[in-house]
């Protein structure tokens, strides 16, 4: 598994990350015997960038990483995980809350330093709690050694911008926002790489956007952006491939080159690992890859904040 480095002088973390939200039963229920053993095939493939939250699955997804990594070498995997972001509607950035749940998330991950210690979809939350309590407590955990950086993550990249400069912190994750069909992120991710901000992209499918089955009802994207995925999908099929594994592929092998550091993609099982690591691997058709841009054309670059949809997430 290729590695690159978080910042400039950060450790060599895989260009595929485990993505943590699928052990806690967000989108389907998964057994720890599961759990145990995607993480161990995803180490054995040479993935040791793994990204978890409190949030996801209401503390389920940290509990369950932490028994798949018990006796793993602690040098063997960069750790990411967050605060802030504790229900769908959640948010409390507080220093009280931010000390109190790194305790909490460094118990049930059963280590005792975070990686990468990131303050959790940012622009719903207080943005003055976060610019005077939170940032400040995670500066003085990263002196003290108890974290080794400091990110953030969201969707809104004029935020994520904005807060990374001026409070230069280390990371920035986003969401949905480097895909087939959204790929605002790129510029984004540039400029900030420039400036020694790691920046990795997640949901590279849009939460179900990018698939034959289609987003859940919930998705927030507009019904036009919808309907330009479903015939991107249909178009896919007639050329006897999937449109998720083609939005995989394009993901994954394109974003070294638009400054992107890792692509983290939600696994729940071995057989997902190897659908992913074979969409880093094989290159893409061009033909299936005009075909795929001709039908998202329309609503290229088109976020639910550029089209509000039907759907909401994130406290919308």
């Known amino acids: 598994m290729h590695k690159t480095r978080i910042g400039r002088d950060g450790p060599n973390v895989s260009v595929l990350a485990l993505g ?3 052990l806690g039963g967000v989108y389907q229920d998964v057994s720890q015997g599961e759990a145990d053993a995607v993480v161990q095939a995803a180490l054995d493939a040479g993935i040791n960038l793994i990204d978890v939250a409190p949030y996801y699955g209401l503390t389920r997804a940290e509990t369950a990483l932490g028994a798949a990594l018990k006796g793993v070498p602690r040098s063997d995997f960069v750790l990411m995980t967050k605060v802030g972001r504790y229900g769908d509607k959640t948010w409390n950035f507080s220093r009280e809350a931010t000390l109190r749940s790194l305790d909490e998330s460094r118990a049930r991950l059963g280590v005792d330093y975070i990686d990468v210690l990131q303050c959790h979809d940012i622009e719903h939350g207080d943005r003055r709690q976060l610019i005077e309590e939170a940032l400040p407590t995670l500066r003085d955990l990263k002196g003290q050694g108890a974290i080794g950086r400091i990110g953030i993550t969201g969707y809104d990249l004029s935020v994520l911008e904005d807060v990374a400069t001026t409070e230069q912190v280390d990371t920035v994750m986003a969401y949905c926002t480097y895909s087939l069909q959204d790929r605002r992120l790129a510029g984004v991710a540039q400029r900030l790489g420039r400036s020694g901000v790691a920046v990795f992209n997640a949901s590279p499918l ?5 698939t034959s089955k289609g987003p859940p009802d919930w998705h ?7 309907a330009a995925a479903a015939e991107a999908a249909r178009r896919c099929e007639a050329l006897g491939v999937d449109l998720s594994f083609v939005a995989l592929q394009f993901a994954l092998q394109t974003a070294a080159a638009n400054g992107i ?3 983290v993609v939600g696994m729940s099982k071995p057989s997902n690992l190897d659908r992913n690591i074979e969409a880093l691997t094989t290159p893409i058709d061009p033909a299936v890859l005009t075909a795929v841009e001709a039908a998202l054309a329309p609503v290229r670059d088109k976020g ?7 759907g909401g997430k994130a406290g919308k």
């Open 220 to 226: 927030p994207g507009h019904p036009s952006v919808w």
């Open 206 to 210: 849009g939460m179900g956007l990018l």
């Open 304 to 310: 639910w904040d550029v089209l509000p949809g039907g």
């Open 261 to 263: 550091v890792s692509t």
């Open 20 to 22: 943590g939200a699928s």
